[in-house]
């Protein structure tokens, strides 16, 4: 499986999942001029701003660990953008990762919902 057609694949068991938890998924693989959110959801009464990573591997650590200081700043840069654009102000929010560990070997996978996984210096939209 290539790495576009893996992504994918993480994106949809991580929506199953969420959608479990209860989760309403609002959006999927948001795009702005920043980049992509893999998925926005409703926690609640909570915006929640969602990277996923799926790795066959941890070869290269632990797929959250991807999620870099870089990537978190833009991830807070394009949830500020995506906030603006739908009009959605004085909303909580917070930002998730989903790491999805594929064992090709063993036949099965795991997901890891990292609730809360990096912070802005805010924690609510305002206008």
């Known amino acids: 499986m290539d790495r576009k057609k893996l992504g994918h694949w993480g ?43 799926t790795r ?9 660990e991807a999620v870099g200081k870089s990537k978190q ?11 603006k654009e739908k009009g959605i102000y004085g909303a909580s929010f917070r930002f998730d990762v989903v790491e999805i560990l594929i064992n090709k070997k063993q036949g099965y996978w795991d997901i890891n919902h990292i609730t809360n996984a990096f912070q802005s210096t ?6």
């Open 122 to 127: 805010g924690g609510r939209y305002y206008s």
């Open 11 to 53: 994106e949809q068991q991580a929506c199953k999942y969420l959608e479990s938890k209860g989760y309403v998924i609002l959006d999927k693989n948001y795009r702005c001029r920043l980049g992509e959110i893999d998925l926005i959801a409703l926690d609640g009464g909570c915006l929640v701003f969602i990277e996923v990573k």
């Open 56 to 64: 066959t591997s941890v070869s290269y650590g632990f797929p959250a």
């Open 73 to 83: 700043n833009k991830y807070i840069q394009m949830a500020s953008i995506y906030a």
